[in-house]
Every structure is written in structure tokens, then in C-alpha cells.
């Protein structure tokens, strides 16, 4: 069943309205007509809804009752990362929302060949925004991922909280790193954190000065095995990796 996110403010007493991109879909690409059941999310709770009226550019939606919903990963997740060539930030953004991240912080890194310029950002962060929307959705998600945009690793882990634990799995080849399973049980303590961060350098992987900041910062280096993941690999396998470790994929 389809499902659309909207703000609190397109709610009044037992309906809703749907209206912008989320109108041309049910009406254009899904036609769907009074009567069709569809799913509206509000402040992290879903709803059964059934369409009312389609018109004007708006759909009014009846909302029919709560849905419970254990789809969201019980620890938020924050991917920090570094800004890949291309369109590969698309997929990054797509796949972290599709798993369960709570939030993705894009920077520009020393070796990030590709470069946001000022007058670019609203525009970008807007589009990765709108990914991560539509992917929340088909995720069956109650709670769309944050995506931010700054301008170096600095700004970066600046924005983490105090209590993230950051892990930064990283490439060097000069001297061992534990796992990442050997890093989560090295205090020996088996509960979940409340809040862990996991940083992914671009193509070119992290400078020096930058691995000394995620040091600075408490960071937790690790590698990933003795094979090199692609940028837009690495996330997604750490994302994954944690939520098996901490029993976090759904299931009895």
C-alpha cells in the first residue's frame, strides 16, 4: 500500500490533505480515485486512510485508524558522508534511508572531487532531501531521515551529539585495525547505544588531518575486511553490520 508523509499542519480533525508531488503521484502515476486505501504518516504515526476527494491539486484523505509500526530501527543512526563524484550521493542517500538511518550529514571532504558550490546548496539538499522522502516511503518508514549539507569534516562532527558513538572505518594500509564486531564488544558491554555515528570518506578516502579530527573526536577506527569497498558500498554494509549485531532486522 502506498504511503506519503505530511506536516501536522495538513491535518484537521479526522482528515487529511495530500497536495504538491505527492497529488501528481495518486493522481497521475498511481490513478488512483475515491474510495482507494492509502497510508499517511503524521508525526511518526501512520494511518489507514481511504481518498475522499482528488481535486484543485489537493487529496483529501479520511483518516480510518492508527497502524502499528515497528519499522524504525530502535538507534538512531547518523551516516556522515563524504561527497562522492556523480550522482553517487543519490544512491548513498537512498539506500541509507531504505535501511533505517535516522540521518545523513553530506560533507565536502579534503578528497571530494566533486564540490557543492554556495549558490548550489538549497537546490542539491532539496533533491537529496526528496530522495530520502520517497525512499522512507517504499521503506514503509514512519519517520523520514534528516539530510544536512556542510562544507568540511569539521562542520561535520560538529553537528553529533555529545553521547555518538563514532566509528570511522578506514582504508590504511600501514598498520592494523580491529573490526568492526571486535570495536562494538571491546567495552564488553552488549546494550544497544542511543545514538551512534559512522563516517565514510569519498572516493579518495580520508586525509591525514581529517582522521586525526575523528580521533580528536573519540572516533573508534575499524576496518571493514581486507577488501576495498566503494564509497557508495561502505555505509550501507556498516548500516547493515550494526543492525545484525544488535538483533535490529525485524523478526521474532
Not at 544512491?91 to 571530494?112: D, M, T
Not at 568540511?152 to 555529545?162: C, D, Q
Not at 600501514?174 to 572516493?203: Q, Y
Not at 580520508?206 to 579530527?213: G, N, T, V
Amino acid at each position: 500500500m502506498q504511503r506519503y508523509f505530511i506536516e501536522t499542519g495538513a491535518v484537521a480533525g479526522e482528515q487529511a490533505v495530500i497536495g504538491g508531488d505527492d497529488y501528481h503521484h495518486i493522481v497521475h502515476v498511481m490513478r488512483m480515485k475515491p474510495g482507494a486505501q492509502v497510508q499517511v504518516v503524521v508525526g511518526a504515526v501512520s494511518y489507514l486512510s481511504e481518498i475522499v476527494t482528488l481535486a484543485d491539486g489537493v487529496v483529501t484523505v479520511a483518516l480510518l485508524k492508527a497502524l502499528e509500526s515497528g519499522s524504525e530501527a530502535g538507534v538512531a543512526l547518523t551516516l556522515v558522508q563524504g561527497l562522492p563524484k556523480g550522482e553517487k550521493i543519490d544512491l548513498v542517500i537512498r539506500q541509507a534511508a531504505e535501511i533505517g538511518v535516522a540521518r545523513v550529514i553530506v560533507f565536502q571532504a579534503e578528497r571530494s572531487v566533486a564540490k557543492v558550490m554556495p549558490d548550489k546548496v538549497v537546490a542539491r539538499l532539496a533533491r537529496w532531501r526528496k530522495i530520502a522522502k520517497e525512499a522512507a516511503e517504499l521503506a514503509q518508514r514512519t519517520v523520514v531521515p534528516v539530510v544536512e549539507s556542510v562544507p568540511s569534516f569539521v562542520e561535520a562532527l560538529a553537528r553529533l551529539e555529545a553521547d555518538a558513538v563514532l566509528l570511522v572505518p578506514y582504508e590504511a594500509q600501514d598498520r592494523p585495525l580491529p573490526s568492526l564486531k571486535s570495536v562494538l564488544r571491546a567495552a564488553g558491554d552488549t546494550s544497544v547505544p542511543k545514538r551512534v555515528a559512522f563516517a565514510i570518506g569519498p572516493e579518495g578516502g580520508f586525509a591525514d588531518a581529517e582522521i586525526a579530527l575523528a580521533a580528536q573526536r573519540g572516533g573508534h577506527l575499524l576496518t571493514l575486511g581486507r577488501r576495498i569497498l566503494r564509497t557508495e558500498t561502505a555505509g550501507l554494509v556498516v548500516a547493515t553490520a550494526l543492525l545484525y549485531e544488535w538483533d535490529l532486522l525485524g523478526g521474532e
